[in-house]
């Protein structure tokens, strides 16, 4: 005898614009949109600089490029980071889906607000680009605070500290503040943004690390771990309200010797041979190097410009990081084997080479000024665009594995 059931597979999910893979999980829009925007910023300021255009509407060109660095492409990959992490680190969701296009809409929004800030009223411009980084706060803050994790509750003060931040950058240029704090929002973001990736950098690397080299090859010292992070929020607070103060250039001396230390005890030397581990390790130098640089700049030291210091910070600690542990977030989170490909090699040494060139020449080799920017630049958006041909079509498809996310 014969029994026939009827099939109960249910039919195939129809493909719709919300179920894409794509919006499957945060880092996947936001890594995308923040390659693509770290490969087009650069090129557009070489234009922009030495070719004297116009450019961010009131903000001026200066103020367009730091604020579309600090507000635009670092706070993408933050997102796209956040986003991915805290579902691990608290055991519960964070937006996807179509909540998630409408988060990445106000980033992309606040994006193009900007790039055409002269020719649409600034007042619009500012009212959407404001929206991103509170909505972004907020989706972060609801399941880090259901699920009751002090270790991770730092992170929405320092959120909403840089929405706050990129809120009075806009007054200034609307006249509501003093025009003077417009260059004081710049200030607490870069600050608040290093004060991030000290954070993460300092809790992923050396986990990143131990699973590749092997238990008992990292040492993690915790005061070293704790003095560093009191530091940088100590200069964070310093640099903000009193950037050339002898107490400010102190903690930056100390906050850039404390993270040097923390690298102290995490194996580096034995990561030369994995890609996807030394180019995190030579980010998070970048954030010693560059406080230790304000520090000395601040003492006027060795004739240590700020801008050395500042460039140290962002093209280097921020930009080697991103572009670092999105190569390495994006192929875990994606099912794949945590192996750099080739080219992503080469664009790991572009980034590291672009940021060196421009922290370091205009200081030690102030007449090659103007062609290590143009050099630097070109080395930036070529690491870029390899990021974008390799990372594309895998952030774009579902998880090798089937998993979702």
Known sequence: MQLNFPNTQTAEEPRTLANAAVWACGFRPFFLGG?????LLIGAWLVVFFGGHAMGGPAGAVGWHAHEMLFGFVAAIIAGFLLTAVPK????????????????TLWLAGRAGLAMAGLIPYA??????????????????????????????????LLFGLATANA????????????????LALDAALAIIVVIVAIIGGRVIPFFTVNK?????????????????ILSVAWLFSF???????????????AGAANLGRMYGWATLKTKKV??????????????????LYGLSVFQLFDVPRSAALHGLTAGAMGILCLGMMARVSLGHTGRQLQAHPIMTVAFALVVLAATIRTFVPWLAPEFYGPSITISGVLWTAAWVLFLIIYVPILLSPRADGRPG
């Open 35 to 39: 390659a693509a925007l770290a490969a």
């Open 89 to 104: 680190w608290t055991r519960t969701k964070t937006i996807t889906g179509p909540k998630l296009i409408i988060l990445f």
């Open 124 to 157: 619009a411009v500012a009212a959407v680009d404001v929206l991103f980084l509170p909505a972004l706060a907020t989706a972060i803050a609801v399941p880090i605070i259901r699920a009751r994790t002090p270790r991770n509750l730092g992170f929405i003060p």
């Open 168 to 183: 009075i950058f806009h007054l200034a240029h609307l006249g509501v503040v003093e025009a003077h704090l417009a260059s």
């Open 213 to 229: 080299v092997g238990y008992g090859t990292v040492e993690r010292r915790r005061p070293v771990d704790i003095a560093a992070i």
């Open 240 to 254: 903000i309200f009193w950037p050339t103060a002898t107490v400010t250039g102190a903690l930056a001396l100390g």
């Open 275 to 292: 890609p996807l581990l030394w180019v995190l390790h030579a980010g998070y130098f970048f954030v010693g190097a560059g406080l230790v």
